[in-house]
Structure formats: C-alpha cells, structure tokens
C-alpha cells in the first residue's frame, strides 16, 4: 500500500482446522444484561421506551435532544457530553433550554457518565434514528404508539441484520483459516484450492465473488486481520488490514507531502469545514484540525473507520472531527458543502482502484465554488524501459530450464501490468506526460482516453527495448487557478525520485508478433496511449500502447513495423 512476521509458534498455539467446529456449533452470544429502563432527567421517574423519555424530557425539564441533535450538528460524541450535561443541570436546576454548545463541547469533562448505568447513553445511536417528523409527532403525542412500534421494529431488524453481518464474518474467517492451514501442511499442492497467485507474485487467500469487486475493495483496507493480496517489491507477501494503513503512513514522501502542505497553509485551513474522503486511520483529518479547521468530516466505508474514531478521540480532537461510515456517494453528511476536500486516493498506477470518481462525485457534490482541491493535480508519465536482467528473470525463465526448452509456458508478465521499482539505470529516456488531471475541474469521463500521442527518444543506446515505464506526479496548489507547476509542495512516484509504496508499474514487451527492438541514442520511439477501466470490474485498469522505433529526424522513415499490446492491471 511487509511481509507478514514469520515467527514460529510452538505447537501449543497452534489450532488444529476441525477443532473450530462445524457451522452448526457456532452460537449466537447474549450480551451482558443492562439497565432497561429510562431514568428521567429529573431523577425520580423511568421509561420503558426511549420515546416516552424523550417526551418528558422537553415537556418537563426542557431538554429536546432531537432539536439540540439537529441544531448542533452532533455527533455520538457530542450527544453523549450533551446527556451527561443535562443530567447534571437539571438535578441542580440551571439547565437552560438555550444551552450553548460550548457549554458542554469543549474538553471531556462530560464523556464521564454523570448517572451509573444509564440506559440512555447505550441508546445515542437510537437517538440518531430517531427522524425530526417523528419527534415532532412524539412531543405532541399523536402517534406516539406506533411509533414506538415502528421503531422497535427498525431496531429489532437492525440487530438481526448485525447479527447475521458478525456471523457471517466469522465463517469467513474460519474459512480462510482452514484453508491457510491447510496450505501449510501441503505447500506444494493447490488443487481445488482458491488462494491463487499471480506472475508477479500477488496473493489472493479468499477469491472474491464475481461482480463484488466494491466489498472486496473496501474489505481490504479493514483493520481487522484479512489477508488481502498486495504487489510488492517482496513478491507473494500477504499483508494484514492494519498493515497495509501502517504501510502507507511510513511512506514520508506521501504522508510528509500532505502534512507540509497543511501546516504551511494554515491560513487556508483555519475556520474552514473540511471532508476527507477514504480517510483510512484519520491521519489527514488530524492534521486539518491541528491547522486550525473549524470542522473536518471523515469518510470511510471499510471497518478502519472504528479506529479512526478511536484515534480522533484519544488525541482529544472529537470536537472538530467527525468520522462517518460508508460510501460517499450513498453517506448523509452533517453540511450542505465543505470548503476543502482533503483525499489520498490515488492507486497504482494513479487509477488503480478507481477511486478518484468518488473523489471527483464529492466535488460536485459538496465542494463550495471556490473551493480548494487537496492534492490539486496530477500527472501520469511514460518512459521507455531497458533492464537486460530483469527481463531475463521476467521473461526468458522459461526459455532454458536445466537446458530444456520450456518456452510453451504462460508468462503473465506480459498481460498484467508489474509494480516493481525501477532504478533509473533502467530507464534509458526522458519521461512525457499523457494524462493530466487538474483535480478542480476534471471529470470522471476524461479518466478514459483512446488515444494519446507520444514520442520519446533515447539517450543512450541499448541493446534491447523491454518495455515502458508509467509513474504518476501529484503537485498541491494552494490556489485552485495555479498550474501544476506553480505548486510548492508536491512529489513523484518516478524512478527518479525516492521510493513509495506506489513504485513503478511497468508494461513489459513480449508476444509473438511484439519482439523487444534495439535503440541508438538519439532514436526515437513514437506512438499512442489508450486507458480504460476493466470491462468486469471497473476497479481494475486496461491500458493498450501502440508504437514504432524510428529516426531521430522528422522526416526519416520508421525503422520498425508498428506494434500493438494491451496489458490489465488486477
């Protein structure tokens, strides 16, 4: 986004596959037993549903916590400080209906429960679910039955939906224990196995359901331990849910990027209500609130959103940060628009993964006229590519095994894009843009092109062209009419530049009608670039080239035919 820790265990520690049990032997755990029933906020009546607590409380003690939810903006931190403030005004009579945020917001002093056992703060998320019409109609006692039906129901649905969510989860992962156990006792053996892997390494444990590219996408950036597959400079790694965010926030070339343009940008921040969309562990989050924003609202739609929460709340910012769970596109934000978007959500590749559309759906959606963009551009690159040792190790493996020909085997190296790191000994020209996107302004339909021309030409000569290297640039204005240029804060993930965790991806020559060609310096290599998203999912890329090698001079004819290859990124 390492290698998994490869220290043994004593046989103690290990489970045996059957011993997990049948599906059947798994049961449902009651929780711990609660207090049931809704102390009123003067102390000396109870209710046995949360509506006829809410109607008390406004009718005889003036607290409307739906009006003050809706009025306030809160969130499940803020209804809590707000619970235990009520409690403890109105026991020594000074609550005042005109309450302040600020009065109860500020520091932690109310996340202390102000009453043992109180039902109502297990109940904020039902508080939540609790619609402005329906407490309208609860306060003035219309259908205060049915609607303490309804949403008994809604409840009743909601925790059998959850249940079901846990249940199947578990299965899932004794599955995949099964089978990674398995694996380990016969390494050798992959019949009737799903775990596959790729030409370059990548590992998928569990195969994804066909059509489910979104669930398996989100899936893999939960904090909880799913293998999830991962191309890597170490080849067939498996990396955990919290590892892969652990890997991304060591990459300093990407986070020290986002921080420097934060911090040295305060004044563009503060007093401003942010959204960072795919906030993953919050790290862009925490640094928006620490540069003074008023507001920052944090999205996510994988399970890391938990622990953003936890993060936020531990380092005392739940004041400013909100985190959401769900997609953007489908998630109710607490504003009507947002003055920045902050968003990492640039794949291998740039596209990978496809989640620039959400980012660019948010835009529209929220994003005020003048509003900032964060990163504010980005570019793809294309270079040529010569490494005479690694295309052997790539694709000549297969020509002489022990001295057989063996050359009949797949090479998968020449239908997927490889993500490796490229020094730059091997990249034998300069590097020409093909893809520019001013994240201001592009749409999702010029994320498509059919047909870009380039022209790069060789600066020294080699032996053999292998293939093409394509890297991204990411540039952080700090005005949304600056160029890409203009930016002072930016990075590449080129050969040229300091390693991340995006390295390089690289479309290596090789097919009957496709043999690698020599280049005298000064040669030029001409031709065009097409991008597209996978026809069966559009979370993976297609990317097709067609060139020829010609002359160094214009009006010279090519020296080779034309060749044409198409490579997917999955």
Not at 435 to 461: K, Q, S, Y
């Amino acid at each position: 986004m390492s290698a998994p820790d490869d220290r043994s265990e004593s046989s103690d520690d290990v489970l045996e596959p059957n011993s997990l049990g049948d599906e059947d032997d798994w049961k449902d755990v009651e929780p711990e037993d609660f207090a049931s029933s809704y102390v009123s906020f003067g102390g000396k009546t109870k209710f046995s549903t949360l509506q006829d607590f809410l109607r008390d409380a406004k009718d005889n003690h003036g607290v409307d916590l739906v009006d003050l939810r809706d009025r306030y903006e809160l969130e499940t931190y803020g209804m809590i400080k707000l619970i235990n403030y009520a409690r403890e005004q109105v026991s020594q009579g000074l609550y005042r209906p005109d309450a302040s945020p600020q009065d109860f917001l500020e520091g932690d002093r109310y996340m202390k429960p102000f009453m043992e056992d109180d039902a109502l703060l297990y109940s904020v998320d039902d508080i939540f679910d609790v619609t402005t019409q329906q407490a309208h109609d609860l306060m003035n006692g219309s259908v205060s039955k049915s609607v303490n039906q309804t949403l008994c129901s809604e409840e009743v649905q909601d925790l059998l939906k959850q249940n079901e969510q846990l249940r199947e989860q578990v299965l899932y992962y004794r599955k995949a224990y099964q089978e990674s156990y398995l694996k380990t006792l016969e390494p050798e053996s992959n019949v009737n196995r799903p775990s596959q892997q790729s030409a370059d390494g990548a590992c998928s444990a569990v195969p994804v359901k066909e059509n489910d590219y979104d669930s398996h996408y989100f899936t893999s950036y939960d904090h909880f331990g799913q293998l999830l597959s991962h191309k890597s400079k170490k080849a067939g790694c498996m990396l955990m849910g919290v590892e892969i965010h652990e890997t991304m926030l060591k990459d300093s070339v990407r986070t020290d990027a986002y921080r420097d343009f934060i911090y040295d940008n305060k004044n563009l921040f503060a007093g401003k209500v942010v959204l960072d969309v795919g906030c993953g562990t919050g790290i862009l989050s925490l640094f928006c609130a620490k540069a003074g924003a008023a507001r920052v609202i944090a999205v996510d739609n994988s399970s890391i959103i938990d622990k953003a929460r936890e993060i936020v709340f531990a380092n005392g910012l739940s004041d400013t940060i909100q985190c959401l769970r769900g997609k953007i596109e489908e998630v109710t934000l607490p504003v009507k628009a947002v003055d920045i978007i902050v968003s990492e959500w640039m794949g291998y590749c740039l596209l990978y993964e496809a989640m620039l559309d959400s980012v660019i759906w948010a835009r529209n959606r929220y994003l005020v006229p003048d509003g900032l963009m964060v990163p504010s551009h980005a570019a793809l690159r294309l270079s040529l590519f010569a490494d005479e040792d690694y295309f052997r190790e790539k694709g000549s493996f297969w020509n002489s095994v022990y001295g057989f020909d063996m050359s009949c085997m797949p090479i998968k190296s020449y239908d997927d894009i490889v993500v490796a790191t490229v020094g730059s000994e091997g990249v034998p020209s300069g590097a020409e843009t093909f893809l520019e996107l001013p994240l201001h302004t592009i749409l999702r339909d010029d994320l498509t092109i059919n047909g870009i021309n380039f022209n790069l030409t060789a600066n020294r000569e080699i032996d053999r062209l292998h293939g093409f290297v394509i890297y991204f640039d990411i540039a952080f204005a700090a005005n949304r009419q600056h160029e890409m240029g203009n930016a002072k804060v930016g990075f590449t993930t080129g050969p040229s530049g300091r390693e991340t965790h995006w390295q390089q991806a690289l479309a290596l020559i090789g097919s009957s009608k496709n043999k690698p060609a020599g280049l005298k310096s000064g040669e030029q290599v001409h031709g065009s670039v097409a991008l597209r998203k996978g026809v069966d999912n559009p979370r993976e890329l297609e990317i097709s080239l067609t060139w020829q090698v010609g002359s160094s001079t214009s009006d010279s004819k090519p020296t080779s035919s034309t060749s044409r290859q198409t490579w997917l990124m999955h």
